[in-house]
């Protein structure tokens, strides 16, 4: 299945209800409008944001493929290419999603062997809010692929998943972040309004 048919099935599968729009508000906005009452930091036609840190020493094309097939559905991504990068970021804006890489570096300067990509899932984790979290494994192989993927998981990742390479990786991406959205955020987008009980 091509990559863009698979974001319009994303889309189509994870429909969070919102608040019912209020009297006098700009009735085009339907069941995709964002509620006025909207978490501070994201902006608006956004209905989250998230955290897409990838280490800058080494070429990852779907890095700059992914951000624009998440763009249309109003998620805006935040790329980190190092530790500090992602730690400025968090401080800044409320993450409502990560994604992060185990291969990235403390700084930018660094190559990604002095395990930054735990470190950060350990500060994700200390949040108010924790996000959910899907970790992209080194690929060492073996042992360390293991032992990788138990410390993420004890630091709370939802998932652990493979580099992406190909369009079919990226659609296994998708599903984990849409399954991730479901079960973290029960139908709602991040920070809106509850459904009144009458509201369908």
Known sequence: MACHAYVQMFSFRFQPRLAATPPGSNP??????????CAVGIEPGTRLNLLLSCPGWRPDPWVERFPRLLEPMGIASHTARCGREASALIKTIPIHLAVVDLAIPLDQQGDGVDDAGIRLLEVLSRLETTPPTVVIKRGMGGRDDHREMTAALRAGAFAVIDRPREARDLEVMLDVLRRALVRFYQGRWPGAS???????
């Open 194 to 200: 509850p459904v009144p009980p009458n509201f369908a």
């Open 28 to 37: 085009g906005q339907g069941s995709f409008g964002i509620s006025k009452d």
